[in-house]
């Protein structure tokens, strides 16, 4: 009857094992889809704004178009090192070092997101404004620039919220697994 219940509590523990890796894996497949599908974007960005710039005979185009070159470019390498990091993280191997993977990705979405919310998005909004100005458009064009500033903010916070949550799923079960190893 003991040996029953031994065997019992360890394939509990196995199942629970298992579905904690399973549910870790699902949230890590996201973040590397999020991290590839943005790479892609960011590389197939490049060739598009070099055609713009190749076809625009206003000055200050080529100046906004230029910046966002670099900017594409500092992406590119920037999702790079996330889907690198984001490759080294491996439920069979050990927990430690997937702990300390997760971390650090956490942490670079931490930077990322105070990047972009306190110094990217305000410079966009300035640059494009002051474009806008100096052109002299219609209301309407105002009023369009507005609405796709808001929905780029608010499409920026549900996608961190997104990040957020599927690197504390991964987190949470890590140290899950960790506490039903130091039993």
């Not at 894996?25 to 889809?33: E, N, P």
């Not at 991290?35 to 055609?51: D, M, Q, R, T």
């Not at 999702?79 to 069979?92: A, E, H, Q």
């Not at 002299?136 to 990040?163: E, K, M, P, Q």
Request: charged share 20%; glycine share 2%; proline share 1%.
């Amino acid at each position: 009857m003991n040996d029953r219940m031994e065997k019992q509590e360890i394939l509990k523990e196995k199942i629970f094992h298992q579905m904690l890796n399973t549910k870790s894996d699902k949230s890590l497949s996201r973040l590397v889809a999020y991290e590839v599908i943005s790479l892609i974007a960011s590389i197939l960005f490049i060739p598009a704004l070099f055609y713009m710039f190749n076809n625009t005979g206003i000055e200050f185009v080529h100046t906004v178009i230029t910046g966002a070159i670099v900017f594409m470019a500092i992406c590119v390498v920037w999702y790079g090192i996330k889907v690198f990091v984001l490759s080294k993280i491996d439920f069979t191997k050990t927990l430690k070092n997937n702990l300390f993977y997760i971390n650090k990705y956490a942490v670079y979405i931490k930077y990322e997101k105070l990047f972009g919310y306190y110094l990217l998005i305000p410079l966009i909004m300035v640059v494009c404004t002051f474009y806008y100005a100096k052109m002299n458009v219609s209301l309407y064009l105002w009023v369009l620039i507005s609405c796709v500033g808001v929905a780029a903010i608010l499409f920026t916070i549900y996608f961190y919220r997104l990040y957020n949550k599927n690197i504390s799923t991964i987190q949470q079960n890590l140290e899950e697994l960790r506490e039903l190893e130091e039993k």
